[in-house]
């Protein structure tokens, strides 16, 4: 049996035991900062202690851990010779300059010899020790002075020499010496780097290359040819070339070289040249003044597709490739395009782009490898987009133009659709040809799509574009304005069964289709643009606002079109009723009559509809139809009255539907409100006239909610009702100097506040008696006035003072009454 030790030994136990395990954490952690100072000593080359002997000092100052540089030796080593070359070639910069003139030419010669001689040969010393970042500073040093002999050599024997020559033969001598330079450092090194490979892992760490001449001397090259060209005079083509043929050695070099550096000057030249030559090109043939220089400068463009082709050809990264390929292809395009806009009329310019972006596609894919395939597509695409967005101008102004009919309805009737849609929007330039453009890009999307996994997004590209086509069609052949209206007609209708074709595919695909909706807001956007074009002329806007109530109706009944149809069949046939009162000429008032057949056709719409998601925008539809009556009848109070009436009926067959029982309180105040426009007709000014139906309602509503409800509040059931008449007729009773009104509006209040003292009733008894209250005292207020200017002033505060009094006295008395009182006025309802 386990027998456990009493509480306070178990505690010093614990304690013993925690002290010792503190203590060997202590040492264990002395030996873990002993190592890790071991091991970065021997990182930094620096001789570690013996591992099989003890070391003679233990590290000093247990439980601190031991110091690590902030910066490797390397690193240090490296900024200190980059500094170091940087500062002595700084120097020579300066003897250069400056203290030149101070010597003869044999002092200047053997100078800058031997330091240049000096320079060039200490690293071949220097990586046979292993000593590759001195061998590379020093090196460095010696090809910066390379560069000062030349100038040297330039300024004492050579100053009748033009300066662009000379510094482009300089530059091609000096970047042929830094290669030869460095493979002739390397080749004199090899026999230490072979010792240094017999001795094994402790001397073949050591770098015996030279990295620095090989990225040095291709970065040079990049300026002889491009000096050359401008020391000769050459002109902007020959310059061009220049620049693409550079671009060409350097893509070559990239291509072929194995070294990083090298490769990455080789790169980056390529770019900056070929993307200069390529936008010198491309000004060159795109400014033309004729085919031939147009030609001359396509050409130039053809060389950098061919540069860009080449390298996306053969270089290994697939994204490198896929870009390089798509500037090829765009550039080929630009090329073409050049000529054909200095060739052909320009309106032809666009079309001729995009017949060579096609063409980019049609190379067999046997003969290309994948990403430049891709590559092309894209440059394809590119253009295809572009020529979209050339076109946009147009459709623009096809889409916004009718709008200006708007402030001049039945002004006119144009005879062209051109003039009819372009009446204040400039007609855009080459614009003939952008039917053939939209229509082209439309079939590509539509061809290419088919079977890929972007086909929904094609599709929906596709039938946009036609759309377009189809819209511009009409100003772009410049019909005459019925047939411009007619063919915009046949467009809503392609586009609507476009939109049923689309809906039933997405009911065989089980899934939602974006060309349903699309179909739909093109069918919505193109009868609005017609609605506009038909203002033009009396007869058109009449005939057309028929046909889209028929057409918008007829699509109605179909289950994806629902939605959108049914509401736009009602506003057209709102636009139409409109149309119709202002044809007869007839006064706003009276076009409002008519404007109400909307809202009860949508009214009897909505309820054949049913729960439909079709329901809910014929009724927004309706409403605002309604709106619309008021707003035109409002001039006319009578007929004002005679519309709210109507509509409360509209309202009130409305709320017979169990879904729309809501409907009822708007047919409630449609009713109150055409009462009161009619009282408002006929001149009626007293107050009880507007209040008393309202009132009337109110309490017939309350006192059949509390025989339902018998808990509701008297305040909820009547409180409302009986203000809406006894607070106006307080107030017009108040200003009013007859007896006549205050008799009555007391005998009222009277008679609500004791029929809320027999029923317990809070709102009749709280709201009669106080009018009751008011009422009293509007009445005796003139005699109160007329006691209170004959008493001295001394009597209001002697009386505030005795009423104070009787109040302390009886405070007690006061409070048990008040609880009383609150009681059983609390037993009210």
Same mark, same amino acid.
């Given at each position: ?73 390397? #690193? ?57 970042? =001195? ?63 017999? #001795? ?8 015996? *290359? ?9 970065? =040079? ?88 082709? %080449? ?113 204040? *929007? ?6 003939? =040809? ?55 007609? %046949? ?10 074709w689309a809906r039933r595919a997405s009911v065989e695909a089980a899934g939602p289709s974006p ?75 009276? =076009? ?234 609390g037993r009210f309802r």
């Amino acid at each position: 049996m386990t027998t456990l030790p009493p509480p306070a030994e178990e505690l010093r136990l614990l304690d013993a035991e925690l002290w010792h395990l503190d203590a060997r954490r202590a040492v264990l952690l002395r030996r873990r900062e002993w190592l890790v100072h071991t091991l970065s000593a021997a990182s930094a080359r620096q001789p570690a202690p013996d591992r099989g002997s003890t070391p003679s000092v233990w590290p000093a100052g247990a439980g601190t851990a031991a110091r690590r540089p902030e910066t490797p030796a390397p #690193k240090v080593q490296n900024v200190l010779l980059l500094l170091g070359g940087i500062l002595l070639t700084i120097a020579a910069i300066a003897f250069t300059l400056v203290s030149w003139g101070q010597m003869g030419i044999a002092g200047r010669a053997l100078v800058l010899g031997a330091v240049t001689v000096a320079a060039l040969g200490v690293p071949v010393t220097l990586l046979r020790r292993g000593l590759g970042s =001195t061998a590379e500073a020093v090196a460095g040093l010696g090809m910066a002075l390379t560069v000062l002999d030349a100038y040297a050599l330039h300024e004492a024997l050579l100053t009748g020499t033009d300066g662009l020559r000379y510094a482009a033969a300089a530059s091609a001598v000096l970047a042929g010496t830094w290669v030869a330079y460095g493979v002739g450092v390397s080749a004199l090194a090899s026999p230490a780097r072979e010792a240094a490979a017999r #001795k094994g892992a402790a001397g073949g760490g050591a770098r015996l *290359v030279l990295r620095l001449p090989a990225p040095l001397a291709a970065a =040079t090259a990049q300026l002889p040819p491009l000096l050359w060209a401008l020391a000769t005079g050459a002109g902007p083509h020959t310059l061009t070339a220049v620049l693409l043929v550079t671009a060409a050695a350097d893509t070559a070099v990239a291509l072929r070289t194995t070294r990083l550096s090298v490769r990455i000057v080789a790169v980056v030249g390529a770019c900056g040249m070929g993307a200069s030559g390529v936008l010198a090109a491309g000004w060159l043939c795109w400014s033309a003044s004729g085919p031939g220089s147009a030609a001359r400068a396509a050409a130039l463009l053809a060389l950098a597709a061919t540069i860009a082709l %080449v390298a996306a050809r053969f270089v290994p990264e697939r994204e490198i490739a896929i870009g390089s390929a798509l500037a090829g292809g765009l550039c080929l395009v630009a090329g073409v395009g050049g000529v054909l806009r200095a060739s052909v009329p320009g309106e032809w310019t666009v079309p001729g782009c995009l017949a060579g972006a096609l063409a980019l596609t049609t190379v067999p894919p046997t003969r290309l490898p994948e990403p430049v395939r891709r590559g092309l597509a894209w440059a394809s695409l590119t253009v295809q987009g572009l020529a979209v967005l050339w076109a946009v101008p147009l459709v623009a102004g096809t889409l916004i133009g009718p709008a200006a009919w708007v402030g001049r309805i039945w002004s006119d009737a144009p005879g062209g659709t051109r003039a009819a849609v372009f009446a204040e *929007v400039p007609w855009p330039p080459y614009a003939a =040809t952008v039917p053939l453009v939209l229509l082209v890009v439309a079939g590509v999307q539509a061809l290419t799509g088919r079977g890929a996994t972007w086909r929904p997004v094609a599709t929906t590209g596709a039938l946009v574009l036609g759309w377009a086509t189809a819209f511009v069609l009409p100003a772009v052949l410049d019909l005459p304005h019925p047939a411009g209206l007619v063919t915009q007609g %046949v467009v809503i209708v392609a586009a609507l069964g476009c939109a049923e074709w689309a809906r039933r595919a997405s009911v065989e695909a089980a899934g939602p289709s974006p060309s349903h909706l699309t179909a739909v807001v093109l069918a919505l956007i193109t009868s609005l643009h017609l609605a506009l074009l038909s203002l033009a002329s009396e007869p058109a806007t009449i005939g057309v606002l028929v046909a889209l109530t028929a057409l918008f109706g007829a699509a109605g009944v179909r289950r994806g079109l629902g939605p959108f149809a049914a509401p736009a069949s009602l506003g057209y046939a709102t636009a139409l009723a409109c149309a119709i009162g202002a044809s007869a000429g007839w006064q706003p008032q009276h =076009t409002a009559l008519l404007v109400l057949v909307v809202p009860g056709a949508g009214a009897v719409i909505a309820a054949r509809l049913g729960g439909t998601s079709a329901a809910v925008p014929v009724e927004v539809t309706g409403t605002v139809a309604m709106v619309l009556a008021v707003v035109l009848a409002v001039t006319d109070p009578p007929t004002l009255a005679l519309v709210l009436s109507l509509g409360a009926v509209i309202a009130a067959g409305t709320a017979l539907r169990a879904e729309r029982r809501s409907g009822g309180y708007v047919a409630a105040v449609l009713f109150l409100l055409a009462a009161w426009v009619r009282l408002a007709a006929w001149e009626v000014t007293t107050a009880e006239a507007y209040t008393l139906p309202v009132t009337a309602a109110a309490l017939v509503v309350g006192f059949l909610r509390r025989r339902r409800d018998p808990a509701l509040s008297s305040w909820a059931a009547y409180g409302a009702g009986l203000t809406v008449t006894l607070l106006p007729s307080l107030l017009a009773a108040w200003e009013d100097r007859h007896w006549l009104r205050p008799l009555v509006l007391g005998t009222a209040a009277l008679a609500v506040t004791l029929v809320g003292a027999r029923h317990r009733l809070q709102a009749p008894l709280v709201l009669g008696g106080s009018v009751l209250a008011l009422v009293a005292l509007h009445e005796l207020a003139p005699y109160i006035a007329q006691v209170v200017g004959v008493l001295p002033r001394w009597v209001a505060p002697a009386l505030a003072g005795l009423l104070l009094l009787a109040l302390g006295a009886t405070y007690e008395q006061r409070l048990r009454d008040a609880r009383r009182v609150r009681e059983v006025f609390g037993r009210f309802r």
